[in-house]
């Protein structure tokens, strides 16, 4: 039978705000702040710093008409997001980082960088994009080795093996509690739901204590767990629902207009593929202390799914192998206008699809309101489509 949200939901979707005066109060007690956009970005190597990192905002349309009198309107919305509440100062999170990293995955935010750093203190890590292993592996180790140089020259401190070996454990096991929740969409009828999912996701990282950060987020998924197993379910059991991949960047800020009313009109969103999806979390960082920790953090964050590589074979592996374990019905594919990577990326998507008979959706959407309509249209379609089919199928 179908329950309503469990009281951690709750906390997780109003941790954002919440987040407001945490960071302050962070400030206050004189502690220093990283902010940062991307998954490319090494949590272990700002940890090892002794800097708390903070995720900046880039997720409302409010901010977007500031930042277009200085950057052109036909630019990412997240971008133009992100540069536009610098201006304002109207990002706590921003405002009070010491210094904000950023990563060239794509030519906008590299160019959005030189602006920005005239604003704030700024580092930029340059990504490999070639799909040679070895010498991007080794590129991304020297680079990785450049960044911590300029953190220790930066604050004065000295990162050493052990306290990177040390945050990467730590990492991990936020990592492996994340996955965890991912999981639980495998599971029929589904135990979480794709919005509850974001919701948590989204959350925690606006929980800069991570002793309760890695608490809330095993707390959370052992509830889930334990009210499934009690036939306390996300959803009313329906063999005909549709189950739905998710990719996309910068979901948050289209999530009520997307991913909600999906699960609304009768799908279920089961996992999320990309640079924040499943793969990421379940790739954890070799713990093997008689290796480089410099070379085992490169390892992982090198295979983040981005667009920016091409060709970019790893991340069409993964979406086979994920519509494979999660059962998939179909895929959602979520871009912001102008981000060019993404959307071309999509069609080689599709093709996988294809092979596994499985229909996408391509939905290129912004942060501003007036879509709405047509999007819960296309969506309607998209999953009835997909309902007549599994009936089809599972009547003979």
Known sequence: MPVTL?????EFSAQQKKGFLAVKALKDQGKQVCGAFCQYTP?????AAGLTQVILCGR???PIKTAETQLPANLCPLIKASYGHVLEDSCPYAYFSDVVVGETTC???KKMYELLAQKKMMQCIHLPNLPDYERSLEMWTEELRAFTRGMEEKFNVKITDEMLNEAIKWCNQERRQTARLYELGKLDPPAITGYQMQQVEDGQAFIF???EKLARLTAVNDQIEQEWKEGKYAMEPDPYRPRLLVSGTGLAAVTEKT???AEELGAQIVCYE???GIAAR?????EDESRDPMVRIAEKYIEVPCAVVSPNNRRMEQVAATIDEWSVDGYLALTLHSCNPFAIETENVRRVCEKKDVPLLHISTDFTPGDEGQIRTRLQAFIEMIRAKKEAKLNG
């Open 6 to 10: 469990p009281e951690q939901f709750e």
């Open 43 to 47: 949590a272990e190597i700002i940890m």
């Open 60 to 62: 409302s349309h409010l």
């Open 107 to 109: 030519d906008g935010k």
């Open 209 to 211: 204590d991570r002793d």
């Open 259 to 261: 991913i909600k009313v």
């Open 274 to 276: 990309g640079c924040n």
């Open 282 to 286: 379940r790739r954890l960082i070799d």
